[in-house]
T-cell receptor
């Protein structure tokens, strides 16, 4: 069965510092991987996705993620965090059998001045 | 703005009642998905409709049902409500049922059962 683990419940970073949010997945075949962001009171917005090809994926708002099959990981990175990046971040996996998404438990990002 | 609309934004009701949540997908999208976000269960897939037909079921309770109408809008019906049904219910849409397709999420309906 597929699953997604986001080991960090809450991360605090200083504005301008780099960011890495971890995501590990479990799925037997090649997964489809997504990162979504949820701002307070808002729906989920897609940051980026991977389904094939280049393992380094560029997304919106300066985010990127790298798919590492050997580590079953799809970590999200940003070189310099802005205060507006404070939000909850969800990693999700889609399977070849269905188009619904399985989400991790989320990582809440706090940005301090 | 994702283009997916959900009504109402907030809903407060009592245990044992029945409510209907409504979702309008993005123009041109044929697939609609329903998800539940709660503190204890996280974000969970409930059900997927494509062009009026049910395509997949997730962790959806028997007290819950959904349908997609000819104009492609969808409704999620929750009956015999319990306190534990309090959650944020999201609708998402995509163009087709292709694997890896982007799902666009609506702003959600926050349900509070008292």
């Amino acid at each position: 069965a597929q699953s997604v683990t986001q080991p960090d419940i809450h991360i605090t970073v200083s504005e301008g510092a780099s960011l890495e949010l971890r995501c590990n997945y479990s799925y037997g075949a090649t997964p489809y991987l997504f990162w979504y962001v949820q701002s307070p009171g808002q729906g989920l917005q897609l940051l980026l996705k991977y389904f094939s090809g280049d393992t380094l994926v560029q997304g919106i708002k300066g985010f990127e993620a790298e798919f590492k099959r050997s580590q079953s990981s799809f970590n999200l990175r940003k070189p310099s965090v802005h205060w507006s990046d404070a939000a909850e971040y969800f990693c999700a996996v889609g399977t070849t059998g269905a188009n619904n998404l399985f989400f991790g438990t989320g990582t809440r990002l706090t940005v301090i001045p | 703005d994702s283009g997916v609309t959900q009504t109402p934004k907030h809903l407060i009701t009592a245990t044992g009642q029945r409510v209907t949540l409504r979702c309008s997908p993005r123009s041109g999208d044929l697939s609609v998905y329903w998800y539940q976000q709660s503190l204890d269960q996280g974000l969970q897939f409930l059900i997927h409709y494509y062009n009026g037909e049910e395509r997949a079921k997730g962790n959806i309770l028997e007290r819950f049902s959904a349908q997609q109408f000819p104009d492609l809008h969808s409704e999620l019906n929750l009956s015999s409500l319990e306190l534990g049904d309090s959650a944020l219910y999201f609708c998402a849409s995509s163009v087709d049922t292709g694997r890896g397709e982007t799902q666009y999420f609506g702003p959600g309906t926050r349900l509070l059962v008292l």
